[in-house]
């Protein structure tokens, strides 16, 4: 996988463009400087919590003696779950019931932009080659970046596109996020194969 590639499987996990009328729902009571201090303190934190399972979700994986394989057939279905719920999802939204308030981590940047799906990719990357780290922040730092853009520029967004055109560009993102989820899946499924058959 290359580092671009990383970065468009990232940008689409961290789904910018789905959390937008999220963003703007629970910030709405603060005034417009405010709203934009929090995103931004928001944003940084979830790069951080990312960054630190990037680094630190290996060593939780060697420890817990897991396989390359079965990490990336775990996050191929875990991806695949999270494509369905942007492709289909429940009314609530994906998160359910969101606190009244100033938001603080909660659900901001945990787990609006770094959600499970985010750290499980992360922490996937990481396993699959560990002497590329520096590309994986390259493409988290790019994915991050692009999904930090879109949310500042929120209102503006949603004042041009509308909840329609969000709404079927999140459809979109979750159709390629469901296929990059298949691939993983079977070159993890493949893999394992080689390693039984001794291929």
């Given amino acids: 996988m290359t580092t671009l590639s990383a970065a468009l499987l990232l940008f689409l996990i961290l789904d910018p463009l789905g959390n937008i009328p999220i963003f703007l729902g629970l910030l709405k009571p603060l005034p417009e400087k405010r709203r934009r201090i929090v995103v931004a303190r928001e944003l940084v934190i979830a790069l951080v919590v990312l960054f630190v399972f990037l680094w630190g979700g290996i060593y939780v994986l060697e420890a817990m003696h897991l396989r390359q394989e079965s990490v990336s ?90 909840t329609r055109v969000l709404t079927a560009v999140e459809r979109l993102m979750g159709m390629l996020l469901v296929a990059l989820s298949v691939q993983m899946f079977m070159d993890g499924v493949a893999a394992w194969l080689g390693a039984v058959t001794g291929n």
């Fill in 73 to 162: 057939i775990a996050g191929g279905i875990v991806l695949f779950l999270i494509g369905l719920k942007m492709i289909f999802p429940s009314p609530e939204g994906m998160f359910g019931d969101l606190p009244d308030g100033e938001p603080f981590i909660v659900p901001l940047a945990i787990p609006m932009v770094a959600g499970p799906s985010g750290m499980a990719a992360v922490m996937l990357l990481a396993a699959q080659d560990p002497g590329r780290m520096l590309d994986w922040s390259l493409a988290l730092l790019l994915a991050w970046g692009a999904t930090a853009a879109l949310l500042l520029s929120a209102t503006s967004l949603y004042k041009v596109l509308g």
